[in-house]
């Protein structure tokens, strides 16, 4: 197979960090994009020197040149440009949610298998390279036992009540916002390194501003907080600023996390910490080259990614030698490596479970979401479907 062509809809923050992720690549290009207008996706493609831009995305799954589509809409519009996505026969990488509903995410995942697409979800902390080391080490006991797992996913972009963003309103970013903006990415990423699932849990949410100053402009995800307060117009939130999930995994491990987007001075601190039976170990986004690892009987170490160092399956993941840090906008180009290289290979999804998050993941995750959305209503228990 020659160079891959990709398509990218949407043309937002997420959606420029696909394009540049895509270029690292070497055997891939983004040969169009779509927006939510002709006029926006032009001025998108004139910005990045993208040779094609729709503004209708239809258009886009047309074009028989394309291999690949990148879904970076927001929320509300996943679940149906992912079908058209499938039914058009392209390859698809989504991001997430996967849907609004866990029933919608059920369909598009008997879809992509029934039409044998490789389909993916970007949950991209699970590529990074500490991540990675930190996976292989479960694996091969190195911790023991894993008896806990705690952590948290904290952010400050929404703290002020001026700070207001299309994933406020539930019929777009969906009946959860913390837990499945950022709280899916920590869960995803604990999974992924335990090989555990998780199976049950206790949830507690609060919306900490029950009342936000939307301008009429809106803003960026991850913008400043707008200075157009006293013209704003006054609008109740219905969706949680904060969650704190108590949790069961499949073999009776424990443990607990925290997301919250209210956190002053936290901008993207994604963090976790295993508890084994030999060893600790404790991983933080923010400062993504080190892992921490615990002893009880021993000095306690800092592990600092270096290629040299790391055990062979997190090796391909760290692209430069010690000292040399790697961060988020690599660990997208690790996604997008994992995943393109699959469909270059000409590998099934069907015969092998693959390093990067698939629908399967995407639609586990919404299960995750709706139980904890329920717990939280219930002041109860809940188990996950199996």
């Not at 990045?48 to 258009?59: M, N």
């Amino acid at each position: 197979m020659g160079i891959l062509k990709a398509g990218i809809i949407g043309a937002g923050f997420i959606g420029s960090a696909h394009v540049e992720a895509v270029r690292r690549l070497g055997f891939a290009e983004v040969a169009a994009i779509a927006d939510s207008n002709k006029e926006s996706a032009e001025a998108k493609a004139k910005q990045f020197g993208i040779p094609v831009s729709y503004g209708d995305y239809r258009e886009m799954l047309e074009n028989p040149e394309i291999d690949v589509i990148h879904n970076c809409t927001p929320n509300h519009v996943h679940y149906q440009i992912n079908k058209e996505i499938i039914l058009a026969g392209k390859h698809v990488l989504s991001e997430k949610p996967l849907a609004m509903t866990s029933e919608e995410s059920a369909e598009l995942l008997e879809l992509a298998r029934r039409h044998r697409v490789v389909h993916g979800v970007n949950f991209v902390y699970r590529q990074y390279p500490m991540v990675q080391q930190l996976r292989a080490m479960v694996r091969e006991g190195q911790l023991g036992a894993i008896n806990l797992v705690h952590g948290s996913y904290l952010q400050d972009w929404l703290l002020y009540d001026t700070d207001y963003n299309w994933r406020m309103a539930p019929e777009i970013g969906g009946k959860s916002r913390a837990v499945a903006d950022i709280g899916s990415h920590w869960c995803d990423a604990v999974q992924y390194v335990t090989g555990k699932k998780i199976t049950k849990v206790m949830a507690d949410l609060a919306t900490v501003l029950p009342f936000r100053k939307k301008s009429s402009g809106g803003a960026a995800t991850f913008g400043a907080s707008t200075s157009e307060a006293e013209h704003a117009e006054k609008v109740a939130i219905h969706t949680e600023d904060y969650a704190s999930v108590l949790f069961h995994m499949e073999d009776g491990t424990r443990g607990v996390f925290t997301v919250s987007q209210v956190s002053a001075g936290r901008k993207n601190r994604l963090s976790f910490e295993l508890n084994g039976s030999r060893r600790s170990a404790f991983w933080n986004q923010e400062e993504p080259a080190q892992l921490w690892i615990g002893r009880r009987d021993r000095p306690n170490e800092l592990m600092a990614a270096d290629p040299a160092q790391l055990l062979p399956e997190a090796k391909p993941f760290n692209h430069y030698p010690g000292g040399h840090y790697e961060g988020w906008p690599d660990a997208e180009k690790n996604m997008m490596l994992q995943f393109y290289r699959f469909i270059r290979d000409g590998r099934d999804p069907l015969a092998e479970q693959p390093s990067f998050a698939t629908f399967e993941d995407g639609h586990r995750s919404m299960q995750l979401i709706d139980a904890i959305l329920e717990s939280s209503e219930r002041g109860a228990w809940v188990t996950l479907p199996s």
